[in-house]
């Protein structure tokens, strides 16, 4: 969703922006190109290999690119070392990227049999595995459940523990293997695997992606110029609703009950919502990249 990022974020020569979720670094090479000859962006990632791809991708811009390892939950405080006041436009592309995907030992596909491991930041003490083998069946039952959003959850949950007692789950086949058995409806055309809901539930725990996700957004606000743009790409059903309900929210303003004669909190709009309804990527796109069908993009406007 190039085309549709540069016109969400309005970029411009001079402009300084930030991709708080920089991964391979393609769109901040787009972004970087669309604000030449001298716009500057700030590129953030928790990921050491992602950080990695996007110093040779950007090598040539020079000193108009800065690469960050971080979290966006924290970019607040990671422009203010940067000695970075206001922005023209943010940009955050949730999730989990291709490149992880695609490095089979880092254990966020099933498609290969690989360690349960899932972690973003590889600097993160817990892995998948941790979770799945160390967690009481309930509350593997509840991440399952909340993250995934798998109405199956008590039956995976209870596979996941009669397994265990007999010996650590360790590999990603392994588990897929159990939830494919255990919930059934493997290979059945027209149906994602049976697993694909408990990964996504342990990926986003593991990582914590939900955890801060809103108040990251209410925190990075402040860090926009007046008329700046904050662009967020979801993958699933949890990201976009809080992403929609925080982009409400700060347009809203106030948060007096709708009885109160005068408003008494105080709170003052602070977006204004660009798009009302999602932007999703066009059937060329989708026929050229499968992944990109699930996205969702929200943009919003500093007021």
């Known amino acids: 969703m190039v085309r549709e990022i540069l016109e969400s974020l309005h970029c411009k020569s001079g402009?300084?922006?930030?991709?708080?979720?920089?991964?391979?670094?393609?769109?901040?090479?787009?972004?970087?190109?669309?604000?030449?000859?001298d716009g500057?962006?700030?590129?953030?990632?928790q990921d050491n290999d992602a950080l990695s791809e996007s110093e040779k991708i950007l090598q040539a811009f020079g000193e108009r690119k800065i690469l960050v390892k971080?979290?966006?939950?924290?970019?607040?405080?990671?422009?203010?070392?940067?000695?970075?006041?206001?922005?023209?436009?943010?940009?955050?592309d949730l999730g989990v990227s291709s490149h992880q995907i695609d490095t089979i030992e880092r254990g966020f596909s099933f498609s290969s049999d690989a360690p349960l491991d899932m972690r973003m930041d590889r600097d993160r003490k817990v892995r998948a595995s941790d979770l799945v083998?160390?967690?009481?069946?309930?509350?593997?039952?509840?991440?399952?459940?909340?993250?995934?959003?798998?109405?199956?959850?008590?039956k995976v949950a209870r596979a996941i523990a009669e397994r265990r007692k007999i010996a650590p789950l360790k590999t990603t086949s392994?588990?897929?293997?159990?939830?494919?058995?255990?919930?059934?409806?493997?290979?059945?055309?027209?149906?994602?695997?049976?697993?694909?809901?408990?990964f996504q539930a342990l990926r986003i725990a593991v990582n914590e992606e939900l955890k801060n996700l809103h108040g990251a957004i209410l925190?990075?606000?402040?860090?926009?110029?007046?008329?700046?743009?904050?662009s967020i790409i979801s993958f699933h059903s949890l990201e976009d609703r809080i992403v929609k309900n925080a982009f409400r929210s700060l347009e809203k303003g106030c948060i007096c009950p709708p009885d109160f004669p005068v408003c008494s909190c105080g709170r003052k709009p602070q977006?204004?919502?660009?798009?009302k309804r999602p932007v999703s990527p066009g059937p060329g796109e989708i026929v050229e990249n499968p992944?990109?069908?699930?996205a969702k993009l929200r943009t919003a406007e500093r007021i």
Do not use: M, Q, W
């Open 291 to 294: 992944r990109s069908r699930s």
């Open 40 to 45: 500057i962006l700030v590129g953030i990632d």
């Open 174 to 198: 392994e588990l897929a293997s159990l939830i494919a058995k255990a919930v059934g409806g493997a290979g059945r055309r027209g149906r994602i695997h049976p697993a694909t809901r408990t």
């Open 271 to 275: 977006l204004k919502v660009l798009t």
């Open 219 to 230: 925190r990075s606000v402040p860090c926009l110029k007046k008329g700046g743009r904050f």
């Open 70 to 92: 971080g979290n966006f939950a924290d970019l607040d405080r990671i422009l203010a070392r940067l000695h970075i006041g206001e922005v023209d436009g943010l940009l955050l």
């Open 15 to 37: 402009g300084l922006y930030v991709d708080g979720t920089v991964g391979g670094g393609g769109h901040a090479l787009a972004i970087l190109r669309a604000s030449s000859p």
């Open 133 to 154: 083998n160390g967690l009481a069946e309930k509350e593997l039952a509840r991440i399952i459940r909340e993250y995934g959003e798998e109405i199956r959850a008590a």
